[in-house]
């Protein structure tokens, strides 16, 4: 008797609503980034200014790791940007991309107090309309934060068409240029490693308890 009850009652569980597992219930939400963070800017967005570049060269070449296609590189800019505090704040999901020409930069500091953020920018060359190449700059070509990505999935082709938007918003005054007006130049720098180009990254944050 007690076993046709308990088939009476298993089949009236419709097979198509199973009970919630004990382990893992139906209705937990999936975890969050906590909501105090600051939201995320709307996009293409430029940082409000550019406030050093120093270009370096490598001896031990660097793999760039913020690009699906990122490729070794000996050469580029150390940069420091000032921005609103929704892109200076680090996520542990998808993000603004901080791009520079045609290419990313790949952070590694971020002083949300200060609004600051420390960047690699591996060399890359700009096009002219008379097919003619010159090495790019930070100081002066389009600097912007692209559409929120993960690095493993940025690659030449989204960089285009970010850029594409990016100069889009410029021309019709959705967007301006960060300002270079108080820009620091330094002198190049000749690093030996990763570890020496880095070291030599951190310091141009001005607050040492930022680093």
Not at 33 to 41: C, F, I
Not at 82 to 109: D, H, I, K, M, Y
Not at 162 to 177: C, D, H, P, S
């Amino acid at each position: 008797m007690n076993a046709f009850l308990a088939a009476v009652v298993l089949a009236a569980v419709p097979p198509s609503a199973p009970a919630p597992s004990a382990e893992r219930p139906a209705s937990a939400p999936p975890a969050q980034v906590p909501s105090d963070l600051p939201p995320v800017p709307a996009t293409p967005c430029a940082p409000i200014a550019i406030v050093a570049v120093q270009p370096f060269t490598i001896a031990q070449p660097y793999r760039h790791r913020f690009r699906k296609d990122g490729a070794e590189f000996t050469g580029g800019h150390l940069l420091l940007v000032r921005a609103e505090a929704g892109f200076v704040q680090a996520r542990q999901v998808a993000e603004p991309v901080l791009c520079v020409g045609s290419q990313t930069a790949e952070r590694l500091w971020s002083d949300p107090a200060q609004g600051l953020i420390v960047a690699i920018v591996p060399a890359w060359t700009e096009r002219a309309a008379d097919g003619t190449e010159r090495p790019g700059d930070p100081s002066t070509d389009l600097a912007w934060f692209a559409s929120p990505e993960l690095p493993e999935r940025v690659d030449a082709a989204w960089i285009a068409a970010e850029r594409a938007r990016a100069e889009t918003a410029l021309a019709t005054g959705g967007m301006r240029k960060a300002s270079t007006r108080e820009i620091v130049r330094h002198a190049r720098l000749d690093a030996a490693s990763q570890d020496a180009l880095i070291a030599r990254a951190v310091e141009l944050l001005p607050d040492p308890a930022a680093r």
